[in-house]
């Protein structure tokens, strides 16, 4: 995504903590203890990845996206789809993400990665350029796998 900043990665932290599982430090229930409401959101909301489950190798992640922000007003703390998060994104001013992995099966979980997303990191030029192309015909029934967001963000 074009506008994504000030990004923060937690695989750091999640090795350490994969680390000490391993090694019998923490208990396997101690990570994964992920809520009811975590489940259901990776399963209606959830994006799902190649990767296999770090603790029971049984099922592959999801990444629950949660959006926070103070023009969200009632929708902040809410699941959103990978596909919704362009459209807001050019929408509001900004508003953080928080990328959560979750394992359906054994419910893994850990803050994957943390991020900004907004117009605010758009300059003139580049707010007229996509207000242009949201305003065409074609760019109002462009497909799902062909905007410039989806492709920035693919890179």
Request: charged letters at 30%; hydrophobic letters at 35%; proline letters at 5%.
């Amino acid at each position: 995504m074009r506008t994504q900043r000030q990004v923060v990665d937690y695989s750091l932290q999640k090795r350490a903590v994969l680390r000490d599982v391993h090694n019998g430090r923490v208990a396997t229930l101690e990570v994964c203890d992920a809520s009811p409401y975590l489940k259901n959101a990776a399963r209606f909301h959830g994006e799902p990845t190649d990767d296999r489950c770090p603790v029971c190798r049984r099922d592959n992640l999801t990444l629950v996206h949660y959006i926070y922000g103070d023009e969200l007003k009632q929708s902040a703390g809410q699941a959103r789809k990978l596909a919704e998060l362009p459209i807001l994104a050019m929408t509001l001013r900004e508003f953080q993400v928080f990328v959560v992995e979750v394992c359906r099966s054994c419910a893994w979980n850990h803050l994957a990665q943390q991020y900004v997303l907004g117009r605010d990191a758009l300059t003139a030029d580049e707010l007229d350029q996509d207000e242009a192309v949201a305003s065409s015909p074609a760019g109002r029934h462009r497909g799902p796998g062909s905007s410039p967001q989806r492709r920035e963000g693919r890179r």
